[in-house]
């Protein structure tokens, strides 16, 4: 399984920015999928991710409300919309695929994308 990161950028504090992650193979119902981030200094975070058969969310604190993730099964792809952004969402953003269910703890995920770089300017 492969997982393609894409959609970062340079933004301005406020803008928003839609990340895509993308499965070479098909995404089964008992997968979730999470979005980490790494910021310059910092350990890599969990973000948001979501249980890919029944579509249920989770986000981290500093990210709810202005996150939403979702999933497109036709196309094998998840989602990371990010709204509202700050100065301190700046990072590496990556996608990951975990067969164990739900998890905040990156060495619990299976397949991990290869990051892409957001970052927001005040």
């Known amino acids: 399984v492969q997982l393609q990161a894409s959609g970062g950028g340079s933004v301005q504090a406020g803008d928003s920015l839609r990340l895509s992650c993308e499965s070479s193979?098909?995404?089964?119902?008992?997968?979730?999928m999470g979005w980490f981030r790494q910021g310059p200094g910092k350990d890599r975070e969990f973000v948001a991710g979501?249980?890919?058969?029944?579509?249920?969310?989770y986000y981290a604190d500093s990210v709810e409300g202005r996150f939403t993730t979702s999933g497109l099964k036709a196309k094998n792809t998840v989602i990371l919309e990010m709204n509202s952004l700050k100065p301190a969402d700046t990072a590496i953003y990556y996608c990951?695929?975990?067969?164990?269910?739900?998890?905040?703890?990156?060495?619990?995920?299976?397949?991990w994308g290869q990051g892409t770089q957001v970052t927001v300017s005040s």
């Open positions: 979501i249980r890919w058969g029944t579509g249920r969310a």
């Open positions: 990951a695929a975990s067969y164990r269910g739900f998890s905040k703890v990156d060495n619990e995920y299976d397949y």
């Open positions: 193979a098909r995404i089964y119902s008992s997968t979730f």
